[in-house]
């Protein structure tokens, strides 16, 4: 931008025309804020091409590379089971299900690379152990019965997320996660039929899908991120738009819709404080370790390095598939530009 300002006053000295320059850009600033500023005010959409404060843009692809890298990081604990499904209906839709979360991932990179950032360097990142991704994928699927808990404790928690993002004050985030939220709800769908065969099965089918539940509800809870009080991103999130709902209001709602789901399962929930409150009207949970939350997320967990090791391995494999698919969208263009240059 300060280029072409440079470019487009000729023959002045070039100290006047630094100056002007930055005029230039000082009023680029203010006519993009105020604009930016009416948009929030609104409760309208700001699209890649828009002017964004620096802050916005970094909070945005923080965000949105982070979601990516968890849809695609969370294919794992499910893809390890795709070889041990009990029948061929079952695999058929656990396949199905694992392709979506990739599909989720590339529409979250693809929204990601709007704010400037070649997806290559994000993927990068995450291999190299400097993004962060959901602490959640870093526990292990250990039964059949973990498919269940994980499509309606993992997924209804990340239904329970993302419906009010589909409202996010960033165009392609926003969009991207109404397609999201339609598939997710056929994940959370075909976690709970899993877990409901299971729990009106044999006493030993019953008692798997217990042991599953107990496993992933605090880390499932443990989704919606650190406390409010702990949480001091979260406030500027809202006033931007992005972000609708605090984590504990978000993680409280969830607490209630699963108390009442949990019942037609006929198992319980592993937390002996869950409540309904009269006076606030909000449900209550036990208190969840946050130290360990603190911990998986600093990449102690006890899957960290497996599902890293794992991701970098897929990219390696998966480099005569870029190559190939480089060197084919070079011929077309080739190709492309051979037919105009004859026209
Ligand atoms: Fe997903
Ligand atoms: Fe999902």
Not at 181 to 208: A, D, Y
Not at 322 to 337: I, L, P
């Amino acid at each position: 931008m300060a280029a072409q300002t440079l470019q487009s006053v000729p023959g002045e000295p070039t100290s006047a025309r630094h100056e002007q320059s930055l005029e230039d850009a000082a009023r680029r600033d203010a006519e993009g804020q105020a604009y930016f500023d009416k948009v929030m005010a609104d409760d309208s959409r700001i699209e890649p091409r828009d002017w964004m404060p620096p802050a916005y843009r970094k909070t945005l692809l923080r965000q949105i590379s982070q979601h990516a890298h968890s849809e695609i990081i969370g294919m794992q604990p499910e893809a390890n089971w795709i070889s041990r499904a009990p029948s061929l209906k079952r695999k058929a839709i656990l396949m199905a299900k694992v392709q979506d979360e990739a599909g989720h991932g590339l529409y979250l990179y693809s929204a990601a690379e709007t704010l400037g950032q070649p997806r290559d360097q994000m993927m990068q990142d995450l291999m190299d152990g400097k993004a962060k991704y959901s602490s959640i994928f870093n526990y292990p699927a250990r039964t059949w019965a973990d498919m269940g808990a994980i499509g309606w404790m993992v997924d209804g928690a990340a239904i329970a997320n993302q419906v009010p993002l589909c409202r996010a004050s960033f165009g392609p985030y926003g969009r991207a996660m109404v397609r999201v939220c339609k598939e997710e709800s056929f994940h959370q769908r075909q976690g709970f039929e899993i877990l409901l065969e299971l729990s009106h099965g044999t006493p030993e089918q019953k008692q798997m899908a217990q042991d599953a539940v107990n496993r992933w509800y605090a880390p499932a809870l443990m989704m919606f991120g650190p406390p409010d009080d702990d949480s001091p991103n979260s406030k500027q999130s809202m006033a931007w738009n992005i972000k609708r709902f605090s984590n504990d209001e978000l993680r409280n709602r969830f607490v209630g819709m699963m108390m009442e789901q949990v019942k037609v399962l006929e198992l319980t929930l592993p937390d002996k404080d869950i409540r309904f409150n009269e006076d606030t009207k909000k449900w209550e949970h036990g208190p969840l370790d946050w130290d360990e939350f603190h911990e998986v997320l600093a990449g102690r967990g006890p899957c960290n390095a497996q599902r890293l090791e794992r991701r970098r391995e897929a990219h390696h494999n998966g480099t005569w598939v870029r190559e190939a698919a480089a060197a084919y969208a070079e011929k077309q263009s080739r190709k492309q530009a051979e037919k105009e240059s004859a026209a």
